[in-house]
């Protein structure tokens, strides 16, 4: 569903990816871990054709996102770190908006509540002012902004990042079920706890390479922890 062949991009003197190849399949997690610079997020603006590649391709369901972006486009759902949503609309309005301009299409009320029901918003505080949300609950709604899409793939850049701990694990249940709906999810992140507990696979990248790829139940958090400082000297 999300692959990378032999990606490279680079910026000035800069490499900021070095022929990373790399595939998520439909019912995946991937977690993809490295320390600030390594090149994750790159990783995921090539994806979402914000940046160009300057090697290699970059796939979403078979097709080229530098030739293909809006089709591409349509197979995905990105959540950033902070996702960005209208502070004076309600969690409803914003979903209303951003699922009309992803779809083409209105939703009813009652459709839309049922989305940010399954994303795990309360439903009081569909109607509320987003301005009030806490972080949690803003990705609650990009995560209903992703069902009204019904996207095959999920990018998510540090999704975990300050949040609490309930937060974060009602959070990676959200991610765990879209991967039982045969959701592709690719998520970076700095939590290793996160990416054992939640990752089908893990990657680890350094410097722009993918120096280690395996799957998350090969090896205890213990081991996942060692072998990440190892890359990471």
Known sequence: MLQTLALSKQFGATRALDAVSLTVEPGEIYCLLGANGAGKTTLVN????FVDPSDGQALVDGLDVTREPLATKQRLAYIPEQVMLYGALSGLENLRYFAALATGRQ????ELLGLLAQAGL????????????SKGMRQKVGIAIALAKNAKALLLDEPTSGLDPKAAAEFAQLLRDARDRGVAVLTTTHDLFHAKQNGTRIGIMRAGRLVAELRSEELSHADLEALYLEHMK
């Open 46 to 49: 090539v994806f979402l054709n």
């Open 107 to 110: 939703a009813a009320r009652a």
């Open 122 to 133: 309360d439903a009081t505080a569909a109607d509320r002012r987003v301005s009030t949300y």
